[in-house]
């Protein structure tokens, strides 16, 4: 069986060359370090759905682009996305 991970909605994107679906976990906290696992091509913040600093698209459930910010937690794959930010304690 395989274990869900717990993803934020926020983290989530979509690589702008390959189109895989990736998180911020995946490729680090560093923007300029940012790579595809996959393609291993450089990142920038639109493969976040990011404009500048503003986010102006989510992944939504089917796993594409949406101009809408999903409004409810939902399954994608092996992940949980939830759309309000994960807290961590400690």
Known sequence: MTSR???SLDGLGLCEYCGLLITMEEVGDATDAWRCPNC?????G???????DKKVRWVGPEG????EKPAADFNLGIWNVFVEPLVSFG
């Open 5 to 7: 991970i717990m993803v």
């Open 40 to 44: 291993k091509k450089k990142l920038s």
């Open 46 to 52: 639109a493969a976040f759905g990011l404009s500048g």
């Open 64 to 67: 594409r682009w949406t101009r």
